[in-house]
C-alpha cells in the first residue's frame, strides 16, 4: 500500500530559497532538502518562489491596482510616527520642568543661606561695636576735642 501511495504523491515545481536551483517538492511535506547545494527549505516557501518567478497574466483587459490600502497604511504608519515623537518630546518638556524646579529649589536654599549669613554677620558687627563703645558716628572736625597735655609747672623742671 505505501507503494502506492508513492506512486499517486505528485510532485510540484519550487525553487530552492538558499541557492535558487528548480528542484520538484512533495506538497504535503514541511520541508525538503536541495538537491543543487544540499540547504534544507521549508517547502510552501519554495513553492511560492516558483509561482512567483512563473506567474503568466493571460487574458487581462485592465489591472486595478489599489493605492488606498497603501496609503492608509503608510499614512496611519506616519501618523503613529508622529504620535511617538509628540509624546518623546512631551516626556522631555516634563523632564526639562522637573530638573529646572529643582534647580530653582537649590538656588533659593543656597540664596537663603547666604541672606541668614550676612544676617548674622551684621548681628554680630553691631554686638561688637555696642561693647566697644563705638557708635559709628564720626564728629564734624570743628567738634574733634583734643586732649591737651598739662601745663608744665616752673619749679617742676628744678630738680
Known amino acids: 500500500m505505501s507503494n502506492e501511495n508513492d506512486l499517486r504523491t505528485r510532485?510540484?515545481?519550487?525553487?530552492?530559497?538558499?541557492?535558487?536551483?528548480?528542484?520538484?517538492?512533495?506538497?504535503?511535506?514541511?520541508?525538503?532538502?536541495c538537491k543543487y547545494c544540499g540547504t534544507p527549505f521549508i517547502v510552501e516557501k519554495a513553492i511560492q518562489n516558483y509561482?512567483?518567478?512563473?506567474?503568466?497574466?493571460?487574458?487581462?483587459?485592465?489591472?486595478?491596482?489599489?493605492?488606498?490600502?497603501?496609503?492608509?497604511?503608510?499614512?496611519?504608519?506616519?501618523?503613529?510616527?508622529?504620535?511617538?515623537?509628540?509624546e518623546v518630546r512631551r516626556e522631555e518638556r516634563r523632564e526639562q520642568r522637573a530638573l529646572d524646579r529643582e534647580t530653582q529649589k537649590m538656588f533659593m536654599k543656597i540664596f537663603g543661606y547666604m541672606m541668614i549669613g550676612m544676617f548674622v554677620l551684621a548681628a554680630i558687627m553691631f554686638i561688637v561695636q555696642v561693647i566697644r563703645g563705638d557708635s559709628g558716628e564720626e564728629l564734624p572736625a570743628e567738634q574733634e576735642t583734643y586732649i591737651e597735655e598739662p601745663a608744665e609747672t616752673p619749679?617742676?623742671?628744678a630738680s
Open 51 to 86: 509561482s512567483i518567478q512563473n506567474a503568466k497574466i493571460e487574458h487581462v483587459d485592465t489591472v486595478n491596482i489599489n493605492t488606498k490600502g497603501t496609503a492608509e497604511s503608510f499614512f496611519g504608519f506616519l501618523g503613529e510616527q508622529m504620535s511617538e515623537s509628540r
Open 155 to 157: 619749679g617742676a623742671n
Open 11 to 33: 510532485l510540484v515545481p519550487a525553487i530552492c530559497t538558499q541557492c535558487g536551483g528548480q528542484v520538484e517538492v512533495d506538497p504535503t511535506q514541511e520541508a525538503a532538502v
